[in-house]
């Protein structure tokens, strides 16, 4: 079974330039999630779709941050402008639906440098 | 609001030998999830261990246990036999309802523990 895949892996942008992330989540799964780990720090879930519908976006700075999820596969994460406090790198997780006990699994991330 | 505190920054054992890493959450939801993850240098996150809070009975899976004490709102990952390939950083993780009750899927994450093992 393919496991979540995710590009680029790296990414250096310039302040204010806009930067897009791909992730494509294990085959079947309902759920999708976006994460921001700041170097040193856990994971902070940035928005949850349940299939192409958005659950949860309560922590998305949506002045600068937008999420899709079209036909309820694949999702992009787009930062535009860019700020410097957004060098993280940015976990895709899928779980197989949004009940207490459904395992996330994670993608091996965008590690994103701002300058 | 849900709250995960892990206060060690960076824990050492020898090769092995058991370890402990210490994991207490806050929540004022009756239902709830408590999750182990593993983060290598690599960067992936990987999934270890999972306790609900209705479970009665500590989980294990393998090497790993979680001890589970409800009412001391604590959880902790119990390594046993430590292996150098356990070098990583450990985050306890919980899930619980969302604010309009319509998921469990959200993780909160601790800040993470450092754990080093020596030959």
């Known amino acids: 079974e393919a496991g979540v895949a995710q590009s680029p892996r790296y990414k250096i942008i310039e302040k204010r330039q806009s930067v897009a992330f791909w992730c494509n989540p294990i085959s079947g799964h309902a759920t999708l999630y976006w994460y921001q780990q700041i170097l040193g720090q856990g994971p902070k879930l940035l928005i949850q779709f349940q299939n192409n519908g958005v659950v949860d976006d309560s922590q998305l700075p949506k002045d600068r941050f937008s999420a899709e999820r079209l036909k309820g596969v694949d999702s992009t994460l787009k930062i535009q402008p860019a700020k410097l406090e957004d060098s993280a790198v940015y976990l895709c997780?899928?779980?197989?639906?949004?009940?207490?006990?459904?395992?996330?699994?994670f993608g091996p991330g965008t590690r994103l440098t701002v300058l | 609001a849900q709250k995960i505190t892990q206060t060690q920054p960076g824990m050492f054992v020898q090769e092995k030998e058991a370890v402990t890493l210490d994991c207490t959450y806050d929540?004022?939801?009756?239902?709830?999830?408590l999750f182990w993850y593993k983060q290598p240098s690599s960067g992936e996150m990987i999934f270890l261990i999972y306790q609900g809070s209705y479970d009665q009975q500590n989980a294990t899976e393998g090497r790993y246990s979680l001890n589970f004490q409800k009412a001391r709102k604590s959880a902790n990952l119990v390594i046993s036999a430590s292996q150098l390939g356990d070098s990583a950083m450990y985050f306890c993780a919980m899930s619980a309802p969302n604010a309009g009750g319509t998921s469990y899927g959200k993780l909160t994450f601790g800040q993470g523990t450092i754990l080093t093992v020596h030959p």
């Open positions: 997780a899928s779980s197989p639906d949004r009940g207490l006990g459904n395992e996330q699994f």
């Open positions: 929540t004022s939801d009756p239902s709830y999830g």
